[in-house]
Structures are given as structure tokens and as C-alpha cells.
């Protein structure tokens, strides 16, 4: 576990579908686990850092180990409402709205494009920070995912990111997190802005 701003920590742990690293984190003042997969460190962490009240998914394909937690503290899962439907023969997922305020200090922002409950979270710890699904990764660069993830028409779900990137600059942020890839502490509002102008020059 490592605190990468105050009161927010992040952690890495292979997905056993996919086999590969994926990112979790955990809002400490929020009292809110997102896209979480078990730390090293075990549940018990939690227990020392206020025990979770909630677990957040920035899509529906971010379930990842929500049960064992959910169990442990008796907390909701929560996704954007045009995701449910992944969800509809079990396990319980609550829906939440753009634009919604799901914990404190944590606003659930719209992406879409990639898919239509696709979440930026704007979390208010460390400075101010962006939580990313699908839509942005980030292995040494801020880039897409590859075109065979992005459906028929990989230019029209880059330009819709595209957009949504642009109305997520005007909120107040300095770290960007990634469900994929390594945080990015401090620098991260010019680092997606840079990314904005890159993609819209067509660079």
C-alpha cells in the first residue's frame, strides 16, 4: 500500500482474468474503495485506516474483488446507473447519476464514449485528483487503449474521450489515476492538458 497523496493510497495486484497488474485505491477520508482488487497487505489494512463504507466502479468491468470486501464490511457497491445491467442476475450493484456527489469529497464525473457508464471520479484528496476507467492508461504515457478495445470505430470513441477530457480540465486537480497503469502525482492537470492538445492536433 502506498499513500500517494495525502489521505489516498493505491495499490497493484494481478487480475486473475486478464493476467495482468491492474491499480486499486482507497480514499481514506472518503472512507471509499475504488475498482479494488485485495492488497498484500490484506483486509486488516483497512481496519487501522477507517473501515471502507462504500466501493466504487468507474465501469462495470472493474468488480474485480468487491465481493470479499463487500462481505468483510458490509458496504454497497456502487456504478454508474447505465451499467447495471452487467449486474442484473447478481451481485446487488447500486446506481449512482453524473453529476452525483457518492461520498464525500468524491463527485462521479461523465466519460462515456468508451462505454456509457464510463466515470471520472474528481476526488478532493491530495490536492484534488481524477480517477480513470477505461478511457485513459497510463505505462510510462498518458495514452488510449489500443484500437481493438475501443470498439468499430476507434477515431469516433477517441474523439467523444476526447471531449469529455476537455469539460474534466475545468475542475480543480493536480494527480491523475489510472485503473491501468501508475498514478501520476502532482503535474497532472498540464499532463492531461498536454495530452488534450496533443490528441486534438492530432499528435
Given at each position: 500500500m502506498n499513500e500517494i497523496a495525502e489521505g489516498l493510497f493505491h495499490w497493484k495486484a494481478v487480475h486473475p482474468?486478464?493476467?495482468t497488474e491492474v491499480s486499486s485505491y482507497y480514499a481514506e477520508d472518503a472512507r471509499t474503495l475504488i475498482?479494488?482488487?485485495?492488497?498484500?497487505?490484506?483486509?486488516e489494512w483497512f481496519r487501522?485506516?477507517?473501515?471502507?463504507?462504500r466501493i466504487v466502479l468507474t465501469n462495470r468491468h472493474h468488480y474485480r474483488e468487491?465481493?470479499?470486501l463487500r462481505?468483510?464490511?458490509?458496504?454497497?457497491?456502487?456504478?454508474?446507473?447505465?451499467?447495471?445491467?452487467?449486474?442484473e442476475g447478481g451481485p446487488k450493484v447500486e446506481g449512482f447519476l453524473?453529476?452525483?456527489?457518492?461520498?464525500?469529497?468524491?463527485a462521479a464525473l461523465e466519460v462515456g464514449a468508451i462505454c456509457p457508464e464510463e466515470t471520472a471520479l474528481h476526488i478532493e484528496a491530495g490536492g484534488?485528483?481524477?480517477?480513470?476507467?477505461?478511457a485513459l492508461i497510463n505505462y510510462g504515457e498518458i495514452r488510449f487503449v489500443s484500437d481493438r478495445l475501443l470498439g468499430d470505430d476507434p477515431e469516433a470513441v477517441k474523439r467523444g474521450i476526447h471531449e469529455s477530457l476537455r469539460a474534466l480540465?475545468?475542475?480543480?486537480?493536480?494527480n491523475l489515476v489510472f485503473a491501468h497503469g501508475d498514478p501520476l502525482v502532482s503535474g497532472g492537470r498540464a499532463a492531461l492538458q498536454g495530452f488534450v492538445d496533443a490528441a486534438g492536433s492530432g499528435g
Open positions: 482474468r486478464i493476467k475498482d479494488p482488487m485485495l492488497p498484500d497487505a490484506g483486509i487501522s485506516h477507517g473501515r471502507p463504507e468487491s465481493d470479499a462481505r468483510e464490511f458490509d458496504c454497497p457497491v456502487m456504478c454508474n446507473e447505465a451499467g447495471l445491467h452487467e449486474f453524473f453529476g452525483d456527489q457518492i461520498a464525500p469529497g468524491i484534488g485528483t481524477l480517477s480513470f476507467a477505461d480540465l475545468e475542475r480543480d486537480f493536480d
